[in-house]
C-alpha cells in the first residue's frame, strides 16, 4: 500500500515536470523561430506551480503513512502486553501458584516467588 502510494506520487511528480518542461522547450523554441529572447518568469512560475502541488500532496501522504505508522506500532504495543498478560496467566494455575513453584516445593506452596 505504501509502495503504491509513494508510486503515484512519483508518476505525479514525473508528470508535472514533463508538462512544465515541455511548456519550458516550447516557448524557449516558439522565441527562437519570432526571433526574440524570451523570458523565463513564466515557465519559472509555470514549473513552480506543479512542484507546489507536488510537495503538498507528498506532505499529505507522508504526515498520513507517518500517523497510519504510529498507529500500527501502538497497537503492536497493545498485543504485545496482552499476550504477556495471558502467557503469565497460563503460568498460574486456578490458586494464583506457579507450576514451577508446586514442582519444586509440593503442594504446599501457597505463593508464586
Not at 2 to 16: A, E, G, T
Request: proline content about 2%; overall charge positive.
Amino acid at each position: 500500500m505504501i509502495i503504491i502510494k509513494i508510486r503515484h506520487i512519483s508518476i505525479f511528480h514525473i508528470v508535472c515536470s514533463s508538462i512544465a518542461f515541455f511548456f519550458f522547450f516550447f516557448y524557449l523554441f516558439l522565441g527562437k523561430i519570432k526571433g526574440r529572447q524570451p523570458s523565463l518568469y513564466p515557465l519559472l512560475s509555470i514549473y513552480l506551480f506543479f512542484s507546489f502541488f507536488f510537495f503538498f500532496f507528498l506532505f499529505c501522504s507522508v504526515s498520513t503513512l507517518m500517523r497510519k505508522w504510529d498507529k500500527s506500532r501502538k497497537q503492536c504495543k497493545e498485543f504485545k502486553k496482552i499476550r504477556e498478560i495471558k502467557e503469565s496467566e497460563r503460568a498460574k494455575g486456578a490458586n494464583g501458584i506457579c507450576f514451577a513453584c508446586l514442582k519444586q516445593m509440593g503442594s504446599k506452596a501457597s505463593t508464586c516467588g
